[in-house]
């Protein structure tokens, strides 16, 4: 079994209420003159209290094409990204040429050299260090890629492995488009970054990586995802994901936990990706949880929105950071994202 030694989150600096964030979507997706009453419903029901976005609010109008966003996004995603990867290895006792393997997944930028070789060059990571960058798995990306560092462990159990997700989310928002979509988006997503530490061998203060499960969903590939435009990524996001959640969460959780001879009911910590309101509603529902085994996801969501990949590696690090769980616990990680699909892990404390 491969050990999580660290988990580290970063945000920007700039912080916005809700109602801030409201009044400039307002501004920058609707019509003159429209009615912004749908608007405001979408957001107010969001259960966001605040976000962290890369740019001053002021900025996001000045936004000039897909071409200028994404030179944003190099340029904080660097940043936020060493930021991260430090914060991870200090935690873990590591330095950066300590690192064998380090993965790198967005779904909100594209850059060629990709990030992690930009913040493997910064933190002077060694030249022999491996790459493995990833995109197109979105909110899922965060648990899939503790999964696939884990399946590479096995193979490697002597390695020290980076997981760095950075999300910035806020400016793939486009501009002029009062699709429901993309109203939603305004409301739920934010920007941030985290990086996971994970060992081979070597027993760790975090938890163990005991088993993984992933389930691509047939005939869902509009539920989620991207729209490549001229003006950017334009989101493709289905009203039905809950539904989706409900059909084949159970099933998904139910089957990984009895191939360990383990129920719901024996799982003592749940680490979810906090998808918005509805969705977790559905994950409760599905998995017979009461609110509060998903209270940390609740309060991340409050506290700084649905970062995609990112999001689920800082509910981990708000977790590890709280009371420990007793010590030989389960606990079950996990998220879904565009293909449509799940990522289970499966930890122990």
């Given at each position: 079994m491969s050990s999580i030694a660290a988990v580290h989150g970063v945000v920007p600096t700039h912080r916005y209420t809700q109602a801030e964030i409201t009044e400039l979507a307002a501004q920058v997706f609707l019509p003159e003159g429209a009615d912004q009453g749908l608007l405001k419903r979408l957001h107010g029901s969001a259960q966001v209290e605040s976000r962290?976005?890369?740019?001053p609010l002021e900025e996001y109008?000045?936004?000039?094409?897909?071409g200028a966003a994404n030179d944003a996004f190099i340029s904080a995603a660097v940043d936020l990204g060493a930021e991260a990867v430090?914060?991870?290895?200090e935690q873990a006792g590591l330095t950066p040429a300590d690192v064998d393997v380090i993965m790198f997944t967005s779904v909100?930028?594209?850059a060629a050299p990709s990030i992690e070789a930009r913040v493997a060059g910064r933190l002077k990571m060694r030249p022999d260090v491996k790459r493995i960058p990833i995109f197109g798995l979105g909110c899922v990306a965060g648990a899939a890629g503790i999964a696939r560092l884990h399946d590479y462990l096995l193979g490697w159990p002597g390695h020290v492995a980076v997981l760095l997700s950075v999300e910035l989310c806020s400016l793939t928002l486009q501009q002029g488009d009062a699709s429901v979509a993309n109203l939603v988006a305004s409301a739920l997503f934010g920007d941030g970054a985290a990086a996971v530490v994970i060992r081979g061998s070597g027993r760790t203060a975090g938890p163990q990586v005991v088993a993984t499960r992933s389930h691509l969903y047939p005939c869902s590939e509009r539920v989620m995802g991207w729209e490549v435009r001229d003006s950017g990524l334009g989101i493709v996001l289905d009203a039905g994901v809950p539904e989706i959640v409900r059909a084949y969460l159970p099933d998904d959780v139910g089957g990984l936990l009895a191939e360990h001879g383990l129920t719901s009911k024996d799982v003592h910590t749940w680490v979810c990706h906090p998808g918005g309101p509805k969705v977790l509603e559905a994950v409760a529902e599905a998995l017979d949880l009461p609110r509060e085994s998903l209270g940390v996801t609740w309060r991340s969501l409050a506290a700084i929105g649905n970062l995609s990949s990112a999001s689920v590696l800082h509910v981990l690090a708000d977790t590890m950071r709280g009371p420990a769980p007793p010590t030989g616990s389960a606990g079950l990680l996990m998220a879904m994202g565009p293909g449509f699909c799940s990522e289970l892990v499966l930890l122990r404390w």
């Open positions: 962290h976005l890369v740019l109008r000045k936004l000039d094409g897909f430090s914060g991870a290895l909100t930028g594209i």
